[in-house]
């Protein structure tokens, strides 16, 4: 996948975090968001790359899925530093169990990805209480961490 398309990637799955756990939403409603959500993720990896060329987009859709989420869970008014640590433990279970699944193959893990969201997964644990600058700082380690590893 190129950078451009990394890039743009990143910038879907933070349009359509905003769309997630709004005031009054039913969990019907955003169960069938993240559905749609992963449809498009997952056409989104079709036509931005060749999944016979780069085998590591086989579990691209449910990285972006797991990013989404991530971003999204800084907008909860209630149970944020759960849910926070929830959607990091995921995106680190793909992470890791894609990862394993593409050993297999023949490609190497990218291990960086996985230490660096599973080190901010137990930092997480240990958030008292997050502030509008620790969501920002969250939101720029994710980013960076989803672009440059």
């Known amino acids: 996948m190129t950078a451009l398309a990394n890039s743009l990637s990143?910038?879907?799955?933070?349009?359509?975090?905003?769309?997630?756990?709004?005031?009054?939403?039913?969990?019907?409603?955003?169960?069938?968001?993240?559905?749609g959500f992963l449809v498009l993720f997952s056409l989104f990896t079709y036509f931005a790359g060749d999944i016979s060329v780069d085998p590591t987009l086989e579990h691209y859709p449910f990285r972006m899925l797991a990013l989404c989420l991530c971003l999204s869970t800084t907008s909860l008014p209630l149970y944020r530093r759960r849910y926070l640590v929830l959607a990091q433990s995921l995106w680190c279970w793909i992470e890791l169990f894609?990862?394993?699944?593409?050993?297999?193959?023949?490609?190497?893990?990218?291990?960086?990805?996985?230490?660096?969201?599973?080190?901010?997964?137990?930092?997480?644990?240990f958030?008292?209480?997050?502030?509008?600058?620790?969501?920002?700082?969250?939101?720029?380690?994710?980013?960076?961490?989803?672009?440059?590893?």
């Open 10 to 35: 990143c910038l879907i799955a933070l349009g359509c975090a905003s769309f997630l756990w709004r005031k009054g939403s039913s969990p019907y409603r955003n169960g069938a968001l993240l559905a």
């Open 98 to 125: 894609g990862g394993i699944a593409l050993y297999y193959r023949g490609i190497d893990i990218a291990w960086t990805r996985i230490l660096a969201v599973l080190g901010m997964t137990l930092c997480s644990t």
């Open 127 to 149: 958030l008292s209480k997050i502030s509008k600058e620790m969501e920002f700082c969250l939101m720029v380690f994710w980013l960076a961490v989803w672009v440059f590893f």
